[in-house]
């Protein structure tokens, strides 16, 4: 094999991607480009307010036209982008931190253990959807901090559920034996053996989540929930947008369609990432030993793991499969 | 079939108790003196401490957290969620009197998707790699991807505003119902297309599907006898979840529509910050999540034998 450099062999893992999947990936990172410097590049404040300006409509000056306030609306949504990805990404995060250790938590620790966290998942997951995040928001007060913070507390089950199972497995096979056999304490076990070996499949699972979070940043924000004005945030802007829609359609079309790309983006790379890590099994290319072994886990959650919503995945892939916990 | 049933109702019993330590726990984590809220609401004019005080006692708000839980439990067992902090309505009444709406609702979508969903899922499987698979698998994508309050309110301002075909609000006639109804069922389509073929896909690559065409069946044969039966239970489970997800995740399309069902109430009482009628969701939605959770479990069981060995 070939001497390949990190980003050589990156760029060629890329270049072997469904051509949707590029696509979408590059979508992706021009969203996230725009989210990083569109506000700075875009020269129009997307705070300023133009009162002789306020709803106008569509102009050279300002592409998207401006809304109640007189605010540039191309300003706002490059700030509103910050505030969706950057949230999503914290909450998948949190979900991921929270699925780990309560995981490994049911993994490593004794049968009541196992059993109580068990069974707190299994009644989590009996509450569908958006229904605890708006519940929890409500009473702990309209915020954006508040909404990831209810959305964390309530969607770490599942990632959980997955985080144990891909332990337990982990914890069967001869290297954690042999470190175990050698005397290492459970912590060495856990930080050191198990954590970099599921670390791929681990960023998978989080990655999964990312666009149905987006949409229910979007859903709670639009309600009221989550943004408080004078910062932008897309969900918020569709509602601002209620009272003029008549007259300003662009004002509601536009921060709806960057959602419903954004999530678009998301879903086609992470599905692209999970077929060319499931299709790994039939490359030729040789393999050093453990990064086959961390590509069959990765297969694994490539098959358990689709951006499908969580009570298609409980269906599609606990009960018939036979691999529920 | 019996020890499967016992098995499966007896399930119930945790679920039920973690999402009734959850509400009673949103309802302790709550900001601010129910006591004072509920005398508020109820209308009385001057609210004398000696009034808290009552309606405390009433309450046991003094009492410990343990003693509050096992007495809150006693009273939900009853049917007794409080009331609200706004209306003094009870929670069971407000929850009672608008669950026939959602119910409509979530009927009506599931089966339009379903009536679409399966179909198009199947022939896209069977024909794979066509403009029909091309074609759903773009829906399925794009549906799942589009946020449903933006649909709803697309909605209302090309068919209502603009057309005036249809009206802006979801009322309960025959042209109030076409567009909450197809909004749902749009994005519940998308996962059911998608959810579709992949069984299909699944079925159609087990070992008895080559079998059946090595003793020379016809291909229609196969599908009719082999392929469908044993893609009923999937689908079944999915759709019978997809129902409950629309009685309670339809909220705010629900809430866009001004629909007159749970998932209004419960948005307004978010606004309002109106914690009964909020932790009263929460129920609602756990007891309609396991009632037909359990249902679909049996339904299951009975298309599939090879579930209920478990």
Known sequence: MPVQSRVQRFSSWISELHPTGRIALSLLLCLVLLALFGPWVWGQGALDQHVELRLSNPSLHHPLGTDSYGRDILARLFLGARWSLLGAALVCAGVSTIGFVLGT?????????????????????????????????????????????????????????????????????????????????????????????IFGPALILATANFGGVILGLASLSFLGLGMQPPTPEWGRMINDARAYFQRYPWQMIAPGLCIALTVLAVNLSGDALRDRIAGERYSKREMPPRSRRAGSTLRDVAAQVSPLPKLTQRAASGRFSGTEM | MSRFLIARLLAVFPVLLVISLLAFGLQAI?????????????????????????????????????????????????????????????????????????????????????????????????????????????????????????????????????????????????????????????????????????????????????????????????????????????????????????????????????????????????????????????????????????????????????????
């Open chain 2, 30 to 310: 709550t900001p601010g003196d129910p006591a004072i809220l509920l005398l508020q609401a109820s209308g009385v004019e001057t609210i004398t401490p000696e009034a808290i005080q009552a309606k405390r006692a009433e309450l046991h708000l003094d009492d410990p957290l343990p003693v509050r839980y096992t007495q809150w439990l006693v009273g939900a067992l009853h049917g007794d969620f409080g009331r609200s902090f706004r209306s003094y309505e009870p929670v069971t009444n407000l929850y009672r009197d608008r669950i026939a709406a959602t119910a409509l609702l979530a009927l009506c979508a599931a089966s339009l998707s379903a009536l679409f969903a399966i179909p198009l899922g199947m022939t896209a499987a069977y024909w794979r790699g066509s403009w029909l698979d091309a074609l759903a698998q773009v829906l399925a994508v794009i549906g799942s991807a589009v946020p449903g309050f933006w649909v709803a309110l697309m909605g209302i301002y090309f068919l209502a505003a603009r057309l005036h075909w249809l009206p802006a609000f979801g009322t309960l006639t025959m042209k109030g119902v076409i567009m909450p109804v197809g909004v749902l069922a749009l994005a519940n389509m998308a996962t059911l297309t998608r959810l579709t073929r992949g069984v299909v896909l699944d079925v159609l690559s087990q070992p008895f599907v080559r079998v059946a065409r090595a003793k020379g069946l016809s291909t229609r044969e196969i599908a009719i006898r082999h392929v469908f039966p044993n893609t009923l239970g999937p689908i079944l489970t999915v759709l019978g979840l997809e129902t409950a997800h629309l009685m309670t995740g339809a909220a705010v399309v629900e809430y866009v529509f001004a629909w007159p069902g749970i998932g209004k109430l419960a948005v307004d009482a978010a606004l309002l910050r109106d914690t009964p009628v909020i932790v009263g969701f929460a129920i609602a939605a756990g007891l309609i999540f396991v009632t037909l959770n359990l249902v679909v479990d049996l339904a299951v069981g009975t298309v599939d034998p090879r579930v209920r060995s478990v």
């Open chain 1, 105 to 197: 938590l049911a993994a490593f620790g004794n049968r009541f253990v196992d059993t109580i966290i068990g069974r707190l998942i299994e009644a989590l997951l009996a509450l569908p959807g958006l229904v605890p995040a708006l519940a929890l928001t409500a009473i702990l007060g309209p915020s954006f901090p508040n909404l990831l913070l209810a959305l964390i507390v309530t969607s770490w089950p599942s990632s959980a559920r997955i985080f144990r199972s891909l332990i337990l497995r982990e914890r069967e096979a001869g290297y954690v034996e042999s470190a175990i056999a050698l005397g290492a304490s459970s912590r060495v076990v856990i930080f050191r053996h198990i954590l970099p070996n």
